[in-house]
């Protein structure tokens, strides 16, 4: 059986109320996990409810992201596309939201930049890549110090268990692959299914807990 398409539903975490009631405590916030695993969807329920509570939100997206996404479309407001976050005047905005958060090396001082102008920040990202390497250090250094982080997990493709990792469909090796016309170079999969299928490819870690020879990846 294909499980592709199917997804776990992933409700609104409790604390975001919480937060909204607190108003403007800053926060970071993670929602992190594999390729096709609801991490989006989750970032975009999260800006609705602050939106329907009326605080003014901002969601930034990477240039180097060109898929085409009916999450993205034209009629979500305040929703900016940019090469980085630095230049990013925050100070209209009670929420930020970054999708895609491993795109961007100055992630880290955006947090920072939101934390002193007490802003909740929210963002989405991968923790590993296709080979099951940390992406880099900035987005794992902003996971270990976000307040919260929520895990979202997707299904495997092959086996319909629970997909918590990201394989890439060809022998392409290059970390960042995106195709604006291809909605289907990346699988989710299970760890049992991941090995499985990646077995023969030796740019794919076995042990993938194993990180004493890794160093993080030039993109």
Known sequence: MNFKNKCFATPLPDYVLKYIKENHTPKVVGYTGSMRSRKTGLLIDTMMAFAFHNFKCLILRSTKDTR????FDDTLKN???VEN???IDISNYGVLFVDEGQFFDDICQFAN?????KKYFFYTSLKLDFRAIPWGLPIISLIMGSDRIETCVGTCIKCGKEGTMSSRVGDKKKQILIDSAK????ENLCRSCYIETNKERKHCFKDIFDMSKNEFPVK
């Open 79 to 81: 929703t900016m596309k």
């Open 85 to 87: 976050l630095k230049n």
């Open 68 to 71: 085409r996404s009916v999450l």
């Open 183 to 186: 909605d289907d170079e990346y």
């Open 113 to 117: 930049l939101c934390i002193r102008e």
